[in-house]
Each structure stands twice: as structure tokens, then as C-alpha cells.
């Protein structure tokens, strides 16, 4: 059976961080296939994504292309918001009907989970794996009493600290001052090209 991670973020640009805890994932979880899931309309960030959808697609398959094991994915930007990763979820689960999926968070997003759409309902539809970064206090029993069945459907990474944001690369592009090394090359090119962020 093939085990397939799901990436979520608006990839506002793409940026190394992504790919190396990706990547990490991948190798940690033992992952056939890794799907970047660019955001189209998330509930929590409506205001956050300042870049058509065209041009973050774009700019995922310049970051990934030469990596047979990630994917981009189109379930989220395809379809009428708000979006909500159980629904997203379903979508690929009738996509993958024969894989193992694992839905990729941060530590931040595993705190926040109960709050969460329908969260009862994700956990039934595929395992969580949580990327926990060096001092993060985070565990598998941490919601016992909210979502009971969390901690055997729960796999911690222990991922790299990596403090790389897309926000700050922004903020960097806006200031005039230069992103070599944060993003690819390939990135880079398509920002400058197309001018964005400016």
C-alpha cells in the first residue's frame, strides 16, 4: 500500500524550508509520494495570500519538478472555498482509495487541531503526522480527553529547526534586499521575471 503525505500552505513563495521538511518527511514516514497542497480560500488565512493562485502554482513546480517524489496538487485551488482539511482530505482519500494518507502539520497546528473543523472526522479519514521542531512540547496524548483517538492515529517527526518564512522572504523582496539561497534558483527566476512581490 502506497503512503502518501499531504503538504498544506499557501507556498507564498516556496522557499528551501519547504522542500528540506518535505523531504525529512518523506524519509521519516517512509512516504511513497509527498503532495504539495497549495491553499485556495483557507478559513484562518483569508487576508494572508497576496499572490494569484496561477503564479504560487508556478512557482511549486519550479521548487519541484526534479523530485520524483513530490506532486502538486490542485484539489484545494480548484474548488470553491472555504476550504477545510477534512473535506480536502476526502478528495484525495477518492483519489488514493488504495493509500495510506498522512495529513503533514506543525507543531502549532497540532495544539490548535481541536479547534478545528470537524476534527473527530479528519482523524478517521487519515493519520496525522506532525513535524516537531527542537523544544516543541508537544505529544501524542496531548488531547486525550477532546480527541481520544488521536494518539494512535498520531505520528511526531522530529524535523530540523528551520527559520525560513515566506512573510519574512517578502518582507526581504519589498525592502530591496536579496532572497539567493532562500528560495531555488528556479524561484527566484520566476519572482524576478514575473516581478513579483515588489
Not at 498544506?8 to 519547504?18: A, C, E, L, N, R
Not at 523544544?135 to 481520544?148: F, G
Not at 494518539?151 to 515566506?166: E, F, G, N
Amino acid at each position: 500500500m502506497e503512503r502518501i503525505g499531504i503538504l498544506g500552505g499557501t507556498f507564498d513563495p516556496p522557499h528551501v524550508g519547504h522542500l528540506i521538511l518535505a523531504q525529512h518527511a518523506v524519509d521519516a514516514i517512509g512516504l511513497t509520494r509527498l503532495l504539495f497542497m497549495p491553499a485556495g480560500d483557507p478559513p484562518h488565512k483569508q487576508m494572508d495570500t497576496k499572490t494569484p493562485v496561477e503564479h504560487r502554482l508556478a512557482m511549486l513546480d519550479c521548487a519541484t519538478h526534479d523530485n520524483p517524489q513530490f506532486t502538486i496538487s490542485r484539489v484545494d485551488v480548484d474548488r470553491p472555498g472555504p476550504h477545510y482539511s477534512v473535506d480536502m482530505i476526502k478528495l484525495v482519500q477518492a483519489e488514493y482509495a488504495q493509500s495510506e494518507l498522512y495529513f503533514i502539520m506543525g507543531g502549532d497546528s497540532l495544539r490548535n487541531l481541536p479547534k478545528w473543523y470537524q476534527p473527530q472526522e479528519l482523524i478517521h479519514l487519515c493519520r496525522i503526522a506532525v513535524m516537531r521542531r527542537p523544544q516543541s512540547e508537544i505529544s501524542v496524548d496531548m488531547h486525550a480527553t477532546t480527541l481520544p483517538e488521536l494518539a494512535q492515529r498520531l505520528t511526531i517527526v522530529d524535523a530540523p529547526l528551520i527559520d525560513i518564512s515566506s512573510t519574512a522572504i517578502v518582507a526581504r523582496i519589498e525592502a530591496g534586499l536579496r532572497i539567493r539561497y532562500l528560495v531555488p534558483d528556479a524561484v527566484l527566476e520566476y519572482i524576478n521575471t514575473n516581478q513579483l512581490y515588489r
